[in-house]
T-cell receptor
Framework: SQQGEEDPQALSIQEGENATMNCSYK?????LQWYRQNSGRGLVHLIL?????REKHSGRLRVTLDTSKKSSSLLITASRAADTASYFC???????????FGKGNQVVVIP | GAGVSQSPSNKVTEKGKDVELRCDPI?????LYWYRQRLGQGLEFLIY????????KSGLPSDRFSAERTGESVSTLTIQRTQQEDSAVYLC?????????????FGPGTRLTVT
């Protein structure tokens, strides 16, 4: 079953603006990952945050994790048209080797 | 190096026919996963293989679905007696080891259409 739930599920912003999306989950986790998918093709890994980390940066991406609230956020700063994609969070529950993917956030960046 | 490849990229089949989808993982990756993604939906886990361990088949939706993997290389996903609800993109991913600590590398997917 899908564990991650992203919010909002669709976001439309102007180029240069920041995009923020959230993900909630239900069980205890080892890690949480964010992936990007362009045009219904394969997913590309963006960032992994461990359960003992609260914030992580990678380029224009900033991920936070609040294990007490069982939620994570992904912030894309200074968005570009090329950031238009669907973004998925995926959680790795304890004792389980498979990732549970959310339903995804569709982000459209308008040039 | 080469990424994960899948074939065919598109497959149109008639209801009731069997189909076989192929995945070539990244060399050296011991874990291989299959997912199904219906239009506009998230990823639905189907099965994963880790080395020589018994595969986790808990996500297969029915006994019409099966998968095999030869050692730590190629995997095939077989769908027998296809139904229209099987229409989806089937994604394969591989990782160094199974588990959430390892990022998964995805192939481009096979778009299956059952008419």
């Amino acid at each position: 079953s899908q564990q991650g739930e992203e919010d909002p599920q669709a976001l439309s912003i102007q180029e240069g603006e920041n995009a923020t999306m959230n993900c909630s989950y239900k069980t205890s986790i080892n890690n949480l990952q964010w992936y990007r998918q362009n045009s219904g093709r394969g997913l590309v890994h963006l960032i992994l945050i461990r359960s003992n980390e609260r914030e992580k940066h990678s380029g224009r991406l900033r991920v936070t994790l609040d294990t007490s609230k069982k939620s994570s956020s992904l912030l894309i700063t200074a968005s570009r048209a090329a950031d238009t994609a669907s973004y998925f969070c995926a959680t790795a529950p304890y004792g389980n080797n498979r990732l549970a993917f959310g339903k995804g956030n569709q982000v459209v960046v308008i040039p | 190096g080469a990424g994960v490849s899948q074939s065919p990229s598109n497959k149109v089949t008639e209801k009731g026919k069997d189909v076989e989808l192929r995945c070539d993982p990244i060399s050296g990756h011991t874990a291989l996963y299959w997912y199904r993604q219906r239009l506009g939906q998230g990823l639905e886990f189907l099965i994963y293989f880790q080395g020589n361990s018994a595969p986790d088949k808990s996500g297969l939706p029915s006994d019409r679905f099966s998968a095999e993997r030869t050692g730590e290389s190629v995997s095939t996903l077989t769908i027998q007696r296809t139904q229209q609800e099987d229409s989806a993109v089937y994604l394969c991913a591989s990782s160094w080891l199974a588990g959430g600590a390892y990022e998964q590398y995805f192939g481009p997917g096979t778009r299956l259409t059952v008419t």
